[in-house]
Every structure is written in C-alpha cells, then in structure tokens.
C-alpha cells in the first residue's frame, strides 16, 4: 500500500487527539508525515569535555554527580555539580520534584544535551536533557544527526520522534512514489524522492546543516523542483481548461482605432502599440483571451486596456473594468468617459458605497445591454450585477486581488439560448515587474505581455532621503515648489503597526498642522474613511488645480494620475516595502518637467531600512527595485499573497531556487506531452484542497 494512503491512525501512539493536532498541521497520512521536515537538527554524536565547554554552545556531556543542593537564590534551585575530570558543570532546575532529587545522587553517571553558559567561574546548563547511565563508559551517542519538527502546542517533539521513527520504517521505494522520471533525476543530480526524505529525517553526521537550512542541499532542491513541477502542470492544466470555453470574437476595428488614436494628446509607444496588437489578436479568436499586461508605473497600461473595450463596445458587447479603490475606479471612469465621448460609448461606474437609486438604475442599464463600459471596485461582481453581453474582463493592480474574486468575476459570463457558456476574455494588469521567468511560474496560465517603455519626455523621478529633523526645510521646499513653479504636491502618511484607522489619525494631524504652516496655500486631505463624495470632490479639487498639496494615506498608492504634481513627500518610509514605495513614487514624474520625492524617515534608521532607501535613491527602475524587494522581503510579501492569505509553497522558494525555473519550465513541457500519467499523482500529491490551484 502506498504511504499516501495510510493514516496516521495506523501508527502506534496516534489516537483521536494526536490524530486532531496532527490534522492541524495538515498531516493525515504518513506520506504527509514524512514530508513534515525537521527545521533543524541536533548533534548527539559526541561527548565535549566540560573544560572545552563554551558560552552559547548546545553540547553534550557526560561525568558523574558529585552532590546535588537546593539552592535559595533569587529562585529556588537544584544544583547538581557533575564532573568529568576536566571540569565541573553545574545542572541546574528550577522546577523538580522530590523523585528527581533523589535521583541525583553522588556516583551516578549521567549524559546531559542543553545550552551552556558561563557566568564568573561556573559553567551551567539550565534544564538540560538527562539520560541516567549505568557507567561513564558507554554514553548513547548517535550515529545520526537528531531531528526537530516543528509542531503545536500539545504535540510534544517525542512523539513527533516517534511517530516519524516508524514512518521511515515503512518508507521504501516501493511504498512511496517516484514520480519524476529516473533520468531527469540523473542529468540534474537528484536523488529519488525516498532516499532524500530519510536522508531529511535522519542526516549522517557531518551533513553541511548551512546548506540544508538554506535550503540549498540537492535534497531540499530534489523537493522544491517536484514541488515547482507540480505547480509548473497545474497551471498548464488550468490554461488548457480556460481554452475549452468560448468566447465572444471581437475582430478589430481598424478606423475606430485611429479615430481614437487621432484624439489623444500624444502618440502611442511602439510597446504600447505592440502590446495591443497582442491583444486584439486574442480578442478576435473565440477561445478566452488570458492574458497579463506588465509595466511599470506610468508606462501607460490603462490606454491599451481602453482601446480594447472600445473595440468590443463597438461590437455591441459589454466589457467590465475592475480596480482595486474606490479612488482608482473613480479616476478611471473620469479617464475612460472622456476618451468614450466623443465615439458616443456608454460609461458608467459602480462602487458599493454609491447612492442606492443611481446604482439600481445603473444595474437596469447594465442588464439591459445599454452600457458598454463598466467600470467598478469589486461591487462588481457581487450577486446583483448582471451583464446582458460580457465580453471582455479587465483587472487592474491585479496583485491586489483574491483569485477567488476573479474567478467570481469571469464566471459572469453569458449563455446563449442553448445554455451555451460564453467566458469573458480576461485582461488582467499589474505593475509589478517581476522578473520574466518568475512571471512564467506564478502566471503560468496567463500569457504575458510586457510594456517596456515609458512615454518619450518622462524624466526619472529624483529621489531624497532626509530626517524630519530636516521638516522645516522639506516645507520650504513645498512653498517654492508651489508658489514658483506652480507645481502640486503630495505628502503621504503612512502606516502605523498597518493599522488604517491610525494612518488616518495622523493624516489629519499633519493636515491641520501643514494647513498653518503653508498658508495661504490650499491643503486637502484624503483618507480611506472618508465619504466616496468627500474622497471624490478633494481628489477633483486636486486634479483641476485648486488644491496645492494633498495630504494622503497610501490610498493614493495605486494609478492616481495628476500629471502636475511633481514633488512628493512620503513620512516615515521605512515602514513600507520597496515595491509600495515604488508604486507611490509613480505618482509623480508624469508630466514633463522634473519630478522629486523626499524620503523623510524617522531616525534612528535601522541598517535593513537604510539600505532600502537606499536603492529607492539609486535607482527608478522597477525591475531592479523587485529584485531587491524580493531579496528582503520574499516572494510571498511581494506577490501580494499575504493580503489574500494564500501559502504559495511548502518547500519552494521562488527568489531562492529561480535558478530551477527554466529547467522547471522546460521539463513540464516534456512530461506534459511524454508522461501524462504522472500528472495527476504529481497534482494530488503536490495542490492541496483550498489551493488556489485545487481547482484544476
Ligand atoms: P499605468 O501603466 O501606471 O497604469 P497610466 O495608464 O495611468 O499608467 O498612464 C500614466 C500617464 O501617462 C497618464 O497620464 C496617461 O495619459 C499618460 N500616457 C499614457 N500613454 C502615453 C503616451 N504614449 N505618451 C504620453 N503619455 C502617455
Ligand atoms: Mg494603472
């Protein structure tokens, strides 16, 4: 019987309780037990002489007792002087009970494994391990290096001992499956899965640990690549699945696209164009069009996202457009309706917190097919909306959201008479500029275009990094920014412990206090708890030039578009990642003239922040920003993943093994096409329920 169908309750020393706390940490068959790593390991093998004994050291000794005492410090304490010839150790316990006094006693042996420490003369080991032995001469040593597991509370490291103990025992190469073919193991040097699982669990002595915990031994790599792989399938699988479904075709109309074209203030660039083209090319096949549009901040990714709702309006289809803040959806709609006006395209925008009566007789407007544009926050895709001809989904920021939430979204599609299922094509845009083959692997069911290019003109935002002791000459520079060169400015509050409410509080503190010190210049202030109208009017205010300087909480952190603002004061940046300080920075440095951003930090700056500010100093580059962010905060931080709370993998690590990446890539082609049967196995052993990728 294969170990993925065994159940822990099969195992001696697991009952309803274990079995509950094991369940805990996802652990119901012994497979899953196995592939439950130690986090770290315990040398046992030898014996250290006490007299070599170091601070700080765990170690393992072995002498005779030469007395044991109650002591009355601070805090009563058992002492027990044990001796080796070469030095005295002090055991010492705070909590004991009679019995174990008693067992201390003068002429036994014991082996003891804990932490030592010095202080003046003594050396100590506080609750050390204790093993009683008969004599000095044979101390239980391992020929192994011991494993620590993590776990939970009630579930004590023994048993886990235990329970994995007989694990191995029933770990063989029969019993648990080698799914990647034997020579792609040989050409990368991997070992089959067995092997590297009991070397995991049970290492020799003299294994390089640093290589292990940093994930860097071909036995933790082994994992990670089947991990990859299955990953890798199970999104090749999902972007087959979309591919079963039809779509609206929407051919492209070539006139409407220089009309369009003709009234903008500028000319497209060739990456805007190309990317384009891409698009239309997928919107005219009626297949899905699954697609992400990459670039960074500025670069102009909602043109392309308008023309292609333009070409599907002009079909008489429906396209709706989704963004993440009520402030951002706003802009947009202003944005698109100007664009749409003069082509006599129907806009419109929903957002939850909207009047009941407009909203109502927008979703009559929308059911019936009238409007062609939608534009909204996620109250679009609640229960009550419904499309008459969804053609087209776009997703702005899409880091930003859930899967889950488009997946609610596309499953708005449309059926025909004969129950037909008609999908949206999906459009989908991020600002994250991850590098290429770590978009190939997270957005493995998408296919990516990538804007390259900022408009002709654009000037690198340059950056400062100052202390608010400096405060007063940063409001200087605010004064002159405004009052000479009739500029705008934004000043960003950020965060405090990523409480909103607190963000909000100091926003309103630094408002009052700017509204004094730069009168007669006009401050506004926008927050995440003010009224969409409220929110509305100040951002209008801004936009139109009647408000100089907008204080702000990172609400304003993605897409809002004021060309005029070119000087922005973010407070307290080392609170934010690089790649939010990065998407806030793309605020300024949209119009011509040269734009500014002042880091102004609170001292003392740690060194981890300093470095960062750093980088948002030397460089404006987004992919090179990603890079450094990854390398601080992770992958999971930077994919957004913590907002929507998903784990992306158990042993991978996407910054960690990039170097696999192609090999994973091209491998998944080859057992897709040569070694079908392995696919599922790989899925069921690798995507767990509630997996994002579960679904496939
Ligand atoms: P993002 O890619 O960050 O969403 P936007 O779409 O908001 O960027 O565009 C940023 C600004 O650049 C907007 O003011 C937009 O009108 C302008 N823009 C877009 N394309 C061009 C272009 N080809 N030339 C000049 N300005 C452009
Ligand atoms: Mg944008």
Redesign the pocket.
């Known amino acids: 019987m294969l170990l993925s169908q065994i159940s822990v309750e099969s195992l001696k020393g697991v009952g309803a309780k274990v079995a509950e706390k094991l369940s805990a940490l996802s652990i119901s068959t012994v497979e899953d037990l196995l592939f439950h790593l130690p986090y770290k390991y315990q040398d046992r093998s030898k014996i250290s002489p006490i007299g070599s004994l170091l601070h700080g050291q765990t170690a393992q000794v072995c002498g005779v007792i030469e007395k044991a005492d109650v002591v009355f410090g601070k805090r009563r304490s058992l002492v027990c002087k044990v001796s080796d010839h070469t030095g005295i150790l002090d055991i010492r316990l705070f909590y004991f009970s009679m019995a174990q006094k008693k067992q201390f006693s003068r002429g036994q042996y014991l082996q003891c494994y804990g932490q030592v420490s010095h202080s003046g003369r003594s050396i100590s080991m506080i609750h050390p391990e204790i093993t009683y032995l008969k004599d000095s001469s044979n101390p239980r040593l391992s020929d192994r290096l011991t494993a620590i597991y993590p776990t939970t509370d009630g579930l004590q490291q023994k048993t886990f001992q235990k329970l994995n103990k007989q694990a191995l025992v029933m770990l063989n190469h029969t019993n648990i499956k080698e799914l990647m073919p034997i020579n792609l193991l040989k050409q990368l040097n991997f070992p089959p899965l067995c092997d590297a699982l009991k070397l995991l669990h049970q290492p020799p002595i003299g294994i390089s640990l640093d290589d292990i915990y940093n994930g860097e031994h071909p036995l933790i790599q082994r994992l990670a690549f089947e991990e990859l792989m299955a990953n890798q399938l199970a999104l090749k699988k999902l972007k087959q699945k979309h591919q079963n479904y039809r779509s609206f075709p929407i051919t492209e109309d070539r006139n409407l696209y220089q009309r369009f074209a003709n009234q903008l203030p ?4 060739s990456a ?1 164009e190309r990317v384009i083209d891409q698009v239309n090319n997928d919107l005219s096949v009626d297949k899905p069009m699954m697609r992400l549009v990459q ?9 392309v996202a308008a023309i292609a709702a333009i070409q599907v309006a002009s079909k008489q289809f429906q396209t709706v457009f989704m963004a993440p803040t009520e402030l951002l959806a706003e802009q947009h709609y202003k ?1 698109f309706k100007s664009w749409c006006k003069s082509l006599n395209i129907p806009v419109c925008i929903l957002t939850s917190s909207m009047p009941s009566k407009i909203k109502n007789d927008n979703l009559e407007r929308i059911a019936s097919g009238e409007l062609k544009i939608i534009i909204g926050t996620h109250a679009v895709f609640q229960k009550r909306v419904e499309f008459k001809k969804l053609a087209l989904a776009i997703i ?1 920021e899409q880091h930003r959201f859930g899967v889950e939430q488009r997946k609610t979204l596309i499953e708005k599609g449309h059926k025909n008479e004969s129950k037909e299922e008609f999908r949206p094509h999906q459009l989908v ?1 991020t ?1 994250t500029p991850i590098p290429r083959t770590l978009a190939q692997t997270t957005y493995a069911d998408l296919d990516l275009s990538i ?1 390259d290019e900022l ?3 654009r000037k690198p935002v340059e950056t400062s990094v100052t202390s608010d002791l400096n405060r007063d000459k940063v409001i200087e520079r605010i004064k002159h920014a405004c009052e000479v060169d009739n500029r705008q400015v934004y000043w960003v509050c950020t965060l405090i412990d990523e409480s909103e409410e607190l963000a909000c509080q100091a926003a309103e503190v630094t408002y009052s206090e700017l509204e004094g010190q730069l009168f007669p210049l006009k401050v506004g202030l926008v927050h995440g708890r003010l009224k969409t109208i409220e929110k509305n009017t100040i951002m209008q205010q801004f936009k139109s030039g009647q408000i100089d300087i907008l204080v702000a909480t990172t609400v304003i952190e993605v ?1 809002v ?1 004021v ?1 005029n603002a070119s000087l922005m004061v973010i407070e307290n940046p080392e609170r934010l990642g690089l790649s939010q300080l990065h998407q806030l920075r ?1 605020r300024v440095g ?1 119009g011509e003239q040269q734009s500014y951003c002042v880091l102004m930090y609170h001292p003392p700056l740690s060194q981890n922040a300093k470095q960062r500010l750093n980088v948002m100093r030397e460089t404006s580059d987004g992919f090179i920003i990603a890079e450094k962010d990854l390398e601080i905060r992770g992958a999971g931080e930077v994919f957004g993943t913590r907002q929507t709370g998903e784990v992306l993998f158990r042993f991978a690590d996407l910054l960690r093994d990039r170097g696999l990446l192609p090999q994973v890539q091209q491998n998944a082609e080859i057992i897709a096409a040569n070694h079908n049967e392995i696919v599922t196995p790989l899925l069921n052993r690798w995507i767990k329920n509630g997996d994002q990728l579960s679904q496939v």
């Open positions: 500028f000319q497209l660039t805007q670039g960074d901040v500025g670069c102009g990714k909602t043109l944005t702005d845009m600002a804007i408009p002709p003109g897409g578009d060309p793309g949209r």
